[in-house]
Each structure stands twice: as structure tokens, then as C-alpha cells.
């Protein structure tokens, strides 16, 4: 398998653990994550660093030295070179030693660590340092693994022992979307609608005038509001409402004047018609009096009606 598979192996469990304590890893401390418990690590080993450690400890163990072949060997030799890059000048090993004394993988392991503790602890801060020293000191990591006993002291009395079972984990905050649902108004639309429609059944064409214009208003009045804009939106609502409100007015106002006006149209009418007269007068000629200048005369009107002669 090739490097770049194990480096991959070694960063995918460093974000499972990432992931499950909500911790993000800065590169010392997922150095020092990767050192086991004695070096102050949490035992997150690293496949990439321990590989070798283990090509050692398996080829030696399974192959006596007087069958290696030469491939085995020079394959055997590469992995020695590697493990020797990775680890100080003392604990450096040669083919011949691992051929004669086949190593374990766990001693081979430690003296890889112990390398990776000493390369960060010269790399640490002050305050890191003594905190290391602390966690690599003989039985110093001991404390995770103590028990509980009234023997030593450690009792805890039962409101204190359930206090202590309380595990809080912290978890990254979720991301959540919030969808805030704005209801448009109505803004007298529908009223607008209503007496404009009245207005064409009843015949109040005039008060079109203003339902027509209520109507435009109030569906502007709904686009701002749709749009956030509440102020203008009640504005024109309350235009809108002013409009229906004197088409009503105006509607009974012109219909109080057609009515009024027809009455004093009939009044009018009546009395022309009742003082209604005429006359009218001719001359001819009298057969009795043989005379050319007789008149005669006539007058009519409703309340009396006469005839007169002349005769001259």
C-alpha cells in the first residue's frame, strides 16, 4: 500500500475524533493526539509513522536470515533506512541486528514515539512544555485510570458521585434556517371590488369615480406590503377606504338630486297645463245687418270660456 493511502487512513480518524468531541485539531495537538498515554497522546496512533515498525517486526519474525532472499532484503533495507530517519541516533537499528535478533514491533514503536514526543517538545511553548512534562512523567497519565475506593480516600458520597456522572458534551451549534411567513393584508381590496360591482347593478355609474380609483390603490397597497414596505401599505389601505366610503356618499347625494329634480320637473309640468287658455277673434259678413265689420270673438280658459258679437 502506498504512503499517501496511510496518511489518508491516519487523517480520517483524527476527524472522526474531531467530529465526536467538537474539537478542531491544530498540528501540535494532533501530533501530541497521535502519542499514546505514557508521552501525554490520547493513543491515536498514526499508520503512516508506525509502518515501518511493522514491516520490521513482520519480515524478521516470519523469514530466517539464512533464507532472505535478495529482493526480501533490499526491500528489508529500505524499510530499516526509513525507520532510522524517524527515530534518534541511539535507538538506530542495521539489517544484520534485526536478521540476528528479530525485533517487536512494540519496542520498535516506543523508540518512535518517544522521537515524536522529543521533536514537539522542542518545538512547544513554555507553559506546553511543562504540561507535557507533567503527562510524561512516570505513572503521570495513572490518574484515568484510577477506581474509586473508600480505601484510599477517593469515596463519594451518593449526591456527589451523581454529579460527577453528568457528561456534557458540546456539539457544533446546528445550522438551523428560520422562514419567516409575512401575511399580506387585504386592504379593502375586496370591499373595493364589492361596491364597485354595486355601483353597475344599482346603476350609481358616477360613483365609479371613486370605487375605480380604491380599486388601483388598494392592489398597490398589497404589492407594498408584500414587499415589506407596511407604512406606504397602510397608506393607500386607508385611501382606499376614504374612497369606497365617499362613493357611498356621492351615490345617494346624486341620486337625492335626480329624485328631487324629477319631482319639480311633474310640478312644473301641472302647472303649465292647468293655466293653460286661449282666444282667438274674425270678422265676417252679417247676413242680418249687411254689414262687412261684424266680429266675433272667443276666449277660452279652464275656469270659464266666452263668445261675443259685433256688429257695426
Same mark, same amino acid.
Given at each position: 500500500?502506498?504512503?499517501?493511502? &496511510?496518511?489518508? &487512513?491516519?487523517?480520517?480518524?483524527?476527524? +472522526? &475524533?474531531?467530529?465526536?468531541?467538537?474539537?478542531?485539531?491544530?498540528?501540535?495537538?494532533?501530533?501530541?493526539?497521535?502519542?499514546?498515554?505514557?508521552?501525554?497522546?490520547?493513543?491515536?496512533?498514526?499508520?503512516?509513522?508506525?509502518?515501518?515498525? /511493522?514491516?520490521?517486526?513482520?519480515? !524478521? %519474525?516470519?523469514?530466517?536470515?539464512?533464507?532472505?532472499?535478495?529482493?526480501?532484503?533490499?526491500?528489508?533495507?529500505?524499510?530499516?533506512?526509513?525507520?532510522?530517519?524517524?527515530?534518534?541516533?541511539?535507538?538506530?537499528?542495521?539489517?544484520?541486528?534485526?536478521?540476528?535478533?528479530?525485533?517487536?514491533?512494540?519496542?520498535?514503536?516506543?523508540?518512535?514515539?518517544?522521537?515524536?514526543?522529543?521533536?514537539?517538545?522542542?518545538?512547544?511553548?513554555?507553559?506546553?512544555?511543562?504540561?507535557?512534562?507533567?503527562?510524561?512523567?512516570?505513572?503521570?497519565?495513572?490518574?484515568?485510570?484510577?477506581?474509586?475506593?473508600?480505601?484510599?480516600?477517593?469515596?463519594?458520597?451518593?449526591?456527589?458521585?451523581?454529579?460527577? !456522572?453528568?457528561?456534557?458534551?458540546?456539539?457544533?451549534?446546528?445550522?438551523?434556517?428560520?422562514?419567516?411567513?409575512?401575511?399580506?393584508?387585504?386592504?379593502?381590496?375586496?370591499?373595493?371590488?364589492?361596491? %364597485?360591482?354595486?355601483?353597475?347593478?344599482?346603476?350609481?355609474?358616477? /360613483?365609479?369615480?371613486?370605487?375605480?380609483?380604491?380599486?388601483?390603490?388598494?392592489? /398597490?397597497?398589497?404589492?407594498?406590503?408584500?414587499?415589506?414596505? %407596511?407604512?406606504?401599505?397602510?397608506?393607500?389601505?386607508?385611501?382606499?377606504?376614504?374612497?369606497?366610503?365617499?362613493?357611498?356618499?356621492?351615490?345617494?347625494?346624486?341620486?337625492?338630486?335626480?329624485?328631487?329634480?324629477?319631482?319639480?320637473?311633474?310640478?312644473?309640468?301641472? %302647472?303649465?297645463?292647468?293655466?293653460?287658455? #286661449?282666444?282667438?277673434?274674425?270678422?265676417?259678413?252679417?247676413?242680418?245687418?249687411?254689414?262687412?265689420? +261684424?266680429?266675433?270673438?272667443?276666449?277660452?280658459?279652464?275656469?270659464?270660456?266666452?263668445?261675443?258679437? #259685433?256688429?257695426?
Amino acid at each position: 500500500m502506498s504512503e499517501s493511502v &496511510f496518511s489518508q &487512513f491516519d487523517n480520517d480518524v483524527l476527524h +472522526c &475524533f474531531e467530529l465526536s468531541s467538537a474539537i478542531e485539531l491544530t498540528l501540535p495537538a494532533a501530533k501530541q493526539a497521535s502519542l499514546n498515554l505514557c508521552h501525554g497522546g490520547l493513543g491515536l496512533r498514526s499508520l503512516h509513522r508506525h509502518t515501518s515498525a /511493522a514491516n520490521i517486526s513482520s519480515l !524478521t %519474525t516470519s523469514m530466517p536470515s539464512d533464507n532472505c532472499s535478495v529482493t526480501s532484503k533490499v526491500y528489508l533495507l529500505a524499510t530499516v533506512n526509513a525507520y532510522n530517519a524517524m527515530v534518534s541516533q541511539p535507538d538506530a537499528i542495521s539489517v544484520e541486528s534485526v536478521l540476528d535478533v528479530p525485533p517487536h514491533q512494540h519496542a520498535l514503536s516506543s523508540h518512535i514515539e518517544e522521537a515524536d514526543f522529543n521533536s514537539l517538545f522542542s518545538d512547544a511553548t513554555t507553559m506546553t512544555k511543562a504540561r507535557l512534562q507533567a503527562f510524561s512523567a512516570p505513572q503521570g497519565h495513572a490518574w484515568l485510570k484510577v477506581q474509586l475506593s473508600p480505601k484510599l480516600g477517593l469515596a463519594l458520597m451518593p449526591d456527589e458521585a451523581q454529579s460527577t !456522572t453528568n457528561v456534557v458534551v458540546v456539539q457544533p451549534a446546528a445550522v438551523t434556517t428560520t422562514t419567516v411567513v409575512h401575511k399580506v393584508g387585504d386592504h379593502f381590496y375586496t370591499l373595493s371590488i364589492v361596491m %364597485t360591482i354595486l355601483c353597475c347593478v344599482c346603476g350609481g355609474w358616477w /360613483a365609479l369615480l371613486c370605487t375605480l380609483p380604491a380599486i388601483t390603490l388598494a392592489s /398597490a397597497a398589497k404589492t407594498d406590503d408584500a414587499n415589506g414596505n %407596511t407604512a406606504a401599505a397602510t397608506q393607500k389601505g386607508h385611501i382606499a377606504l376614504g374612497l369606497n366610503i365617499a362613493a357611498i356618499v356621492l351615490y345617494f347625494v346624486v341620486f337625492i338630486i335626480i329624485v328631487a329634480a324629477s319631482a319639480a320637473s311633474n310640478t312644473v309640468s301641472a %302647472t303649465s297645463s292647468s293655466s293653460y287658455s #286661449y282666444s282667438y277673434s274674425y270678422r265676417y259678413y252679417c247676413k242680418i245687418c249687411y254689414s262687412s265689420y +261684424c266680429t266675433y270673438s272667443y276666449s277660452y280658459s279652464p275656469s270659464y270660456s266666452s263668445s261675443t258679437y #259685433y256688429c257695426y
